[in-house]
């Protein structure tokens, strides 16, 4: 890993490095070592390439296919569940384009945000794309035959779309500005662009993502725009709990893009890096054998706890209904009312930033004499 993957700076050595496993956004453990690199050109962070990246998103990264209302949770407002596709599609409603106009999901997998910007704006003319054709099956409901393309895009949509939408597709390129460039192509003068992208100063965890190549800040995504001939409409790190949201659009009208937050940027990527090392110590001192060991959350923190136990949990706690009765890593997952009473130590497998707010030291599930560790 020689050069920065938006400014194409040469990089210095790797701020951190992990054994393996190293564990993927979709929770997996890959067998491969974690490796984070810092440019102090751009304030981009960066992870080496998978092995066969292609073959991986084509084959292996299914995510949200398992079942038809499978969706990722985004909040919940009192009764009411706000999946991430759902939010997704309210953020982009709020742009303004014109009636009819062309939109194209970028790399959304069954576009499932793209439907759900239909129903708001039925006028609009849906397009897909995608690096795999595990999707079709659900498209085909919906989209027309000529509106899909599947690994190459036809010439014939250059300079045709009205809005390019991509949701957390970014962080998982090879290279960010090839795809910027190519969105360039494909909108039309005028169009616009919404991307989201993770952003790991308010989700620290996401550096450490082995399948998220890039790890944007606010500077490299506007060092990316410039490199593009995007001009920046807005980037928020307030509309998307730990994600950017960016507007681009193409048009001559350039304004200047200051890049004044670099330097904060960078400081704050070097402590949250070195945060991450004094955890992992932390979690490796957790020594005792023959304590039973529940580890609460199944999801990326869990797993990557995990990975640093010396003696591996009982079971796995966790409240999603799509993990629950199911196996992690060979070992059972259970709601948390089923948390057995013989339990001893419990170690929060959370965002270290969030989780004393997220989990409630009163639930009644909690056994009597067990240790909850959370990890600071
Ligand atoms: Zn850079």
Redesign the pocket.
Known sequence: MNN??????KLGKEELKLASPSVTSISENLNLETYIYL?R????CQSPDLPDVTEYYDNNYKISLKTDDFDQLYETKGDTSIFRTEHQATLISELKFKKHSRVLDFGGGKATTLKKLLKKRNDINPFVFEVSRDYKESWDKWIPENNQATYTIPEKWHNTFDLLICNFVLEHVMRPTDILNLMYKLICPGGLLFFTVPNPLDNSGDLLVVDHLNKFTVS?IK?ALINSDFNLEEVSDKKFRGAFTVVASKNNNKKQISLDCKKYEISSLERKISKWDSRFEEIKKIDKKNLNIAIYGAGFYGTLFYNFLKHKPNFFLDKSIHLNNKTHLGIPVLSPEKCPQNIDILLIGLNPEKAKSIFQLSNKWIPKNCKVIFVD
């Open positions: 920065c993957r938006v400014c194409n700076e440019c050109n751009c304030a981009h490299s060092q």
